[in-house]
C-alpha cells in the first residue's frame, strides 16, 4: 500500500493485478457506509494493473498524530473512538466481511485532526480465511494498540485482554473489552483536592504584608491567627487523609482477615514461602471457588512460572473447611509436600504448606 496525494484528495492506493479478485459484496458494503470506520474506496485502473484507492481527505495517519497536547478531554475522545472502532470489527464478522483484510498498520489507519474518529481500510478482496475474530493478524494489532496515538488510551491490561481475545478467538473477551473502553471515560472519578502548599504560600505572605503596614504588636496578634488557622486546616486534612486511608485497610480485613463469625465471611490467606521473581506473593481467597494457574485470564490467582499449568488447582471454601484439588497438567500439586490425587478434594489445614508445580505457599484459614 502506498499514499498518494493529489488535488483531488488524499488517497491510499493498494495495487491489485486480478479484477476478478474484487469481493462484489464487500465493495458494496463499504460504498453503503453499512459498516462504521471503513474508508471509502474506488477502484482505478492504471495501465495494465487495478487499484483500490482508499479516500482519507481530511484525515492523517495515526503515525503523524500529534498527541502532545493530552488534555483529558481529548484523551477521553480518542478513547470512545477506539472503544466503538474496536466493536465495529467485530461487527464486520456479523456482516460476513472477513477482518483479516483489514490494515492494521498505523501508516494505514487514518483519524481527524482532534483524533476524534479513526477510520480504516478494509480491502475488498476474496480470501479464503476462515471469518472468524482470529483471522486478525495479533502483531499487526498489538503494534497498533503500542502505537503512540494509542498512549495514556489504552491500559496495559487492556491491550492484553484484546490481542489475547484475537489470538485465541475469544470474541466475548473482545466485545467486553472494547464496550468497558468505549464506555469508561478518562478521569471519571477523578478525586477533589485542595493545593494546601498553595494555601501556606498566601498565609505567610498575608502575614508579611499585615508585618509590614501595621504596628508591631497588632501585626504579631495576626500572623499568629494566620498561623494558628494554617496549622488547624493542615490538622484536618491530615486527619481526613489518615482516618480515609484507616477505612481503607478496615475494609480490606473486613474482606480478607476478619473473622466470619463476626463479619459472615469465610476466607483465607496464600503467602508465598520463597520469593517468586524477586518478590513475596500474597493473595487473599475468600471465593467459593478460585482456580490458580499460569494464565492471568483464565485463573483467579496467577502464578508466573513454567511449571504451573495455565489451570493447576482450585480452592474451596465452605463454612468450615477449605478444600484443595489438583487440575495440572502433570499432576504437580502437593500437600506438605505429599501429592494428592488429581480432580479429587482434599481438605487442607491452618498452616500447611501447599505446593503449585515449583512454587510454595503457607495456607493460614480465617473462619
Not at 479484477?19 to 459484496?25: F, L, R, V
Not at 474496536?86 to 489507519?109: G, T
Not at 494457574?293 to 480452592?315: E, M, T, W
Request: proline share 4%.
Amino acid at each position: 500500500m502506498m499514499i498518494r496525494k493529489g488535488p483531488y484528495g488524499h488517497f491510499a492506493v493498494e495495487e491489485i493485478s486480478d479484477p476478478a479478485s474484487i469481493s462484489e459484496y464487500a465493495m458494496r458494503i463499504i460504498v453503503s457506509g453499512e459498516a462504521r470506520h471503513l474508508l471509502p474506496v474506488y477502484v482505478n485502473r492504471s495501465w495494465d494493473l487495478y487499484e483500490l484507492a482508499f479516500d482519507f481527505s481530511g484525515m492523517m495517519p495515526v503515525s503523524d498524530f500529534d498527541n502532545g497536547k493530552n488534555t483529558a478531554q481529548q484523551l477521553d475522545k480518542r478513547r470512545k473512538s477506539a472503544g466503538d472502532l474496536f466493536l465495529s470489527i467485530h461487527h464486520l464478522i456479523d456482516m460476513l466481511i472477513n477482518p483479516s483484510l483489514i490494515c492494521m498498520d498505523p501508516k494505514y489507519v487514518f483519524t481527524d485532526p482532534e483524533g476524534s474518529d479513526i477510520c480504516i481500510c478494509c480491502l475488498p478482496k476474496m480470501t479464503a480465511t476462515p471469518n472468524k475474530l482470529s483471522s486478525v493478524d495479533p502483531h499487526n494489532m498489538e503494534t497498533l494498540l503500542r502505537s503512540s496515538f494509542f498512549q495514556d488510551v489504552l491500559s496495559e491490561d487492556e491491550i492484553t485482554r484484546l490481542v489475547y481475545s484475537v489470538e485465541n478467538n475469544d470474541e466475548e473477551m473482545f466485545v467486553s473489552t472494547s464496550s468497558s473502553i468505549l464506555n469508561t471515560p478518562i478521569g471519571k472519578d477523578m478525586p477533589d483536592t485542595f493545593n494546601y502548599d498553595l494555601l501556606y504560600i498566601l498565609i505567610l505572605s498575608a502575614a508579611s504584608l499585615i508585618t509590614t503596614f501595621m504596628n508591631t504588636s497588632l501585626s504579631l496578634i495576626l500572623a499568629a491567627a494566620a498561623v494558628l488557622f494554617l496549622l488547624t486546616v493542615l490538622r484536618g486534612a491530615r486527619k481526613k487523609i489518615t482516618s480515609d486511608e484507616d477505612n481503607d485497610q478496615n475494609d480490606k480485613s473486613l474482606i480478607l482477615f476478619e473473622d466470619s463469625g463476626k463479619h459472615g465471611l469465610n476466607c483465607a490467606f496464600l503467602e508465598s514461602i520463597k520469593p517468586v521473581d524477586g518478590s513475596v506473593i500474597r493473595y487473599g481467597v475468600y471465593q467459593d471457588l478460585t482456580t490458580i494457574g499460569s494464565d492471568r485470564f483464565l485463573s483467579d490467582l496467577y502464578i508466573n512460572s513454567a511449571h504451573v499449568s495455565p489451570i493447576h488447582a482450585q480452592l474451596t471454601l465452605t463454612e468450615d473447611t477449605v478444600y484443595l484439588s489438583d487440575c495440572s497438567s502433570d499432576g504437580s500439586t502437593y500437600i506438605d509436600d505429599r501429592k494428592i490425587t488429581p480432580e479429587v478434594k482434599h481438605e487442607v489445614k491452618n498452616g500447611q504448606k501447599i505446593t503449585f508445580g515449583d512454587v510454595d505457599f503457607s495456607l493460614t484459614i480465617s473462619l
